[in-house]
């Protein structure tokens, strides 16, 4: 599976963007994805996951209630739609797929990355 992250940009503190993550691969529907963060010095951290296994989608607490992620099978994309976005939003954003994810908020559970998009946020 190969993954190809895209929409980051420079937007002001409470406004929208929408991250796509295309893949390649001709089983995505029985991908778990997920979508990761990581800002300068910091540890790669959890944002949101789309499972499979039971059509549910899950968030990291910081992003809930802002952040939607969803996913077009036929398209073979996901997307993470951002909005009232916050200076502590920016990060390099990752795309990240699994078979079989044990702990979607690990990224250690996941075996394919994308390159990664880079999301500022000025306040």
């Known amino acids: 599976v190969q993954l190809q992250a895209s929409g980051g940009g420079l937007v002001q503190a409470g406004g929208s963007l929408r991250l796509s993550c295309a893949a390649s691969?001709?089983?995505?529907?029985?991908?778990?994805m997920g979508w990761f963060r990581q800002a300068p010095g910091k540890e790669r951290e959890f944002v949101a996951a789309s499972l499979w296994s039971t059509g549910g989608t899950y968030y990291a607490d910081s992003v809930k209630g802002r952040f939607t992620m969803s996913r077009d099978n036929a398209k073979k994309t996901v997307y993470l739609q951002m909005n009232s976005l916050k200076p502590e939003d920016t990060a390099v954003y990752y795309c990240?797929?699994?078979?079989?994810?044990?702990?979607?908020?690990?990224?250690?559970?996941?075996?394919?990355w994308g390159q990664g998009t880079q999301v500022t946020v000025s306040s």
């Open positions: 990240a797929a699994s078979s079989a994810v044990a702990s979607y908020s690990a990224a250690a559970g996941y075996d394919y």
């Open positions: 691969g001709r089983t995505f529907s029985r991908y778990s």
